[in-house]
């Protein structure tokens, strides 16, 4: 098959052995698949995205020896490996989380040569995590459940209750996704900050209460005027008097050094940071600023199966418009020039390679 194999820093169009499906898994002919930021990072700095990888328990494979990458896709089935229960017929448009389950082992689609991407005309996936693409939904746009899966799983996690203050940090897809998953569940106020103008509209497409661009203000400056108590001498004098404060949720989708720290200085007290940006360099944290605080630190990475089949069945009714974030398509051919066309979030948020 074709497919753009990573070599050393770049994306090579070439011929590579179709997959074979194994035991309970499926032939796919590959119709869409998003780029995401991570395929970027691991392109660029390999040594920090194989080191990250280890450290975290998984086993990495390194870019520069070739992968196919892609791990947001849809595709339609074309025929079934040993063992299957063939319950979807062949021609059924599907999606699914990108693990990759099998006789082979187990790992990430796209990141694993076991399991190549969907940069290549065919993938295999396994048949108990694909799902039904809804009736009339575009195929790029459900190649890209998986971000806005991502997304719904660190809302869920991060435990927000109704009336908190969401802010949302870095406008990529991950954060528009973050955007996107809290409005669908009726959440409000939410504040999106990014320095991008064209990512602020993509925000308040999706239903933002307001936009921050962080260079004229602080995206941390509008505590008071919400309702949120900064200090926890506000937090206690408020339950001696009965008075009613907010709590705040902050969801960190940058991911760069540094940003890290900021959210602790900037939140406000009793707040949680819900950590979903992969920062993969070092970077140094003052503990006693957030001890000081009670600042709740969580993290969150990819979705689980049900979160996945949830946020599809949210963009098939219209109650998450991922499609909105597409800005841009591009053949095999494309994808290498596609991987530097996304630094500039001025002209795009979301390419997505059509087979």
């Not at 998003?34 to 328990?57: Q, V, Y």
């Not at 962080?214 to 400056?221: I, L, R, V």
């Not at 600023?289 to 089949?309: C, D, H, T």
């Amino acid at each position: 098959m074709r497919a753009a194999l990573t070599k050393d820093a770049t994306m090579v169009v070439t011929e590579v052995p179709d997959p074979v499906p194994q035991a309970g898994q499926l032939l796919i002919r590959t119709l869409a698949c998003g780029i995401c930021g991570s395929d970027l990072h691991a392109l660029a700095d390999p040594d920090a995205f194989m080191e990250t990888t280890r450290r975290s328990g998984g086993t990495p494979y390194d870019p520069r020896d070739g992968l196919v990458f892609g791990h947001e896709f849809a595709g339609e089935i074309v025929s079934y490996g040993p063992e299957t229960q063939r319950t979807l017929p062949e021609g059924t448009v599907v999606c699914g989380p990108p693990i990759g389950i099998g006789p082979q082992g187990a790992g990430i689609i796209g990141y694993t040569p076991m399991y190549p991407g969907g940069y290549g005309e065919y993938m295999i996936l396994n048949e108990g995590l694909t799902h039904a693409v809804p009736e009339g939904l575009d195929p790029k746009v459900a190649a890209i459940t998986e971000p806005f899966a991502v997304a719904t799983r660190a809302v869920e996690r991060s435990g927000i209750s109704e009336g908190d203050v969401a802010l949302v940090l870095g406008l990529g897809p991950i954060g528009l996704g973050t955007v996107a998953a809290l409005k669908a569940r009726g959440h409000g106020p939410v504040l999106a900050a990014d320095f991008s103008p064209r990512r602020r509209a993509l925000a308040e497409g999706l239903g933002a209460d307001a936009v921050i661009d962080p260079a004229a203000e602080s995206p941390f400056g509008r505590w008071a005027d919400l309702g949120v108590a900064s200090s926890l001498v506000e937090r206690i004098a408020s339950q001696l008097l009965g008075t009613e404060v907010r709590g705040a949720v902050i969801y960190e989708c940058v991911g760069v050094p540094g940003m890290l720290q900021q959210v602790i200085e900037g939140a406000p007290a009793g707040g949680t940071i819900m950590v979903v940006g992969v920062c993969m360099q070092p970077d140094r944290l003052e503990p006693g600023v957030a001890v000081s605080k009670e600042l709740s630190i969580l993290s969150s990475f990819g979705a689980y199966p049900a979160e996945y089949g949830a946020t599809l069945a949210a963009i098939g009714d219209g109650r998450i418009d991922a499609g909105s974030i597409i800005t841009g398509t591009v053949g095999l051919d494309g994808v290498a020039q596609a991987f530097t066309d996304l630094a500039d979030p001025e002209v795009h948020a979301k390419i997505v390679v059509q087979c």
